[in-house]
């Protein structure tokens, strides 16, 4: 069996949260801040973190306005945030399939 490079793992999008935000937004479209925090049933703090990494990396973007009197921050994927998600999926079904091949082969 052909050795897994793990190295080409892209570890902005590996975590849970950032995985989760970009598969939320890839799949809704733009999302604000309140609605990823529940959806992903996070803390403001780490979801605030999480955020900030992704719009560093590039994979998201955000817009800020004012709703009435408070602020309302909204994030939609980037292109390169899609690719990155598109990327990182398709490295995950090749981990999937080896260790389907390899289980189908011990049987």
Do not use: W
């Not at 949260?17 to 990823?36: E, S």
């Not at 403001?44 to 999480?50: K, P, R, S, T």
């Not at 900030?52 to 994030?75: D, H, I, M, Q, W």
């Amino acid at each position: 069996m052909a050795p897994i490079d793990f190295n080409g793992i892209d570890t902005a999008v590996h975590g849970p949260v950032r995985l989760g935000v970009l598969t939320a937004l890839q799949m809704d479209g733009a999302l604000d801040f309140t609605t990823l925090k529940k959806r992903l049933d996070v803390a403001d703090g780490a979801l605030g973190l999480h955020l900030r990494n992704l719009e560093e990396t590039g994979y998201v973007a955000c817009k800020k306005a004012f709703v009435g009197r408070r602020p309302k921050s909204t994030y939609k994927i980037t292109a390169v945030g899609r690719s990155a998600l598109r990327h990182y999926l398709s490295s995950m079904q090749k981990l999937i399939d080896a260790i389907e091949a390899r289980d189908a082969g011990t049987n």
